[in-house]
């Protein structure tokens, strides 16, 4: 790319937040166009009718089902959370993780679709590839969202980046028939906060000069890694707006919250971000969980346990291989009937993406926690990553792994004594 004129002014950093609007939902509405405008959730599992359906005349058929018969949130039973909403569900004050039981009595007359994760990994890729063929330096950061780095890419500086943004918009449309939104700032802070202005199919433009008028009057909560109990701990200091955050001297933010979080407080308050657009990172982890219809204890239902757990471990090890990884520590989770959490982590000798060694490490972490309540929630999770290819002394301990799956599978039984 040829370097600017002396007589052109000066570029100025251009960060765009772009993030999928009502992107699980939206992608079930491709296939069933008859419920657009309605109030839809995403959540519970594929309906067997319309898997029959699909199976005997085509995905297409799917559109001519009448509305009258998907099935309502009123009548929904069981302990799924909400994946996503439409925007018309959204208007009851039904959101993402929120209960489905509870969501059913804001909006009993809200149609239940469940969560296809095949497609919404096909359209995720389809979306992002779109928009590396306009901008290649992107930032993923999950299925739905992305940063991208405007500054240098043509029509990234013309009227602060909308106009790139709007060409963005109009070619992820026209590849997958969803709307996203976008905000475009200095940096990543404050273009997270924008992409959130004007929802749905929004484009929003923040400058420096911006910061009074659009962003002080804006809530703590709104910046990006200020939770509930920090936004509580705010609101007992009388710090509800961004604005008063702002005016609060370092020193009293950092006896408050400590050194680097009333540092980064009084940064954040102030607009200021310096984190550059990523394009590669490796994960932390992967782990896969489920919660479960029903309360299960460790004993009476152990066979359910047992069979859900190896289930978990064999996914968890797909999702490993899939993705190229290989893990040194497994762990897992549970929640309780009462809702506490307990999670243990065992680290091995050697690295491995094998279910069954997946599988015998997870159990021994079972042994260390107490399983005298019911459970509503179990997990597996594998840390400490690496490439495959580039795990030390890999090749061997793969061999070994291999080998020993029968022994994992004899060794389990111990722990399947738990569950």
Known sequence: MSAPSPSSPPRIRRIAHLDMDAFFASIELLRYPQLKGLPVVI??????????????????????????????????????????????????GVGSAMGMMKAARLCPQAIVLPVDFDEVRKYSRLFKST????????????????????????????????????????????????????????????????????????????????????????HVRKINGIGPKAGEKLAALAIHTIGELAAQEPAFLIRHFGKATGAWMHEAAWGRDARPVVTESEPVSISRETTFERDLHAVRDRAALGAIFTSLCEKLADDLQRKGYVAKTIGIKLRYDDFRIATRDQTADFYTADGPTIRKTAGLCLKRVPLDKRLRLLGVRAATLVKAGEAPVYEQNRDQAQSGRAQAATESIATDQLF
């Open 43 to 92: 959540g519970g599992g594929r309906r067997k009718v319309d898997e029959a359906l699909m199976a005997a005349q085509g995905e297409r058929a799917l559109r001519f089902i009448p509305v009258a018969q998907f099935p309502l949130l009123r009548d929904y039973v069981g302990r799924g959370v909400i994946t996503t909403a439409t925007y018309a569900a959204r208007q009851f």
């Open 131 to 218: 928009i590396t063929d306009i901008a290649p330096l992107m930032e993923d950061r999950g299925v739905d969202e992305v940063y991208i780095d405007f500054t240098d890419v043509p029509g990234g500086q013309r009227e602060g980046g909308r106009v790139l943004a709007r060409l963005i918009q109009k070619e992820i449309f026209e590849k997958t028939g969803l709307t996203c939104s976008v905000g475009v700032a200095p940096n990543k802070l404050l273009a997270k906060m924008a992409s959130e202005f004007n929802k749905p199919k929004g484009i929003s433009v923040v400058y420096e000069a911006d910061l009074q008028e659009k962003i002080w009057p804006l």
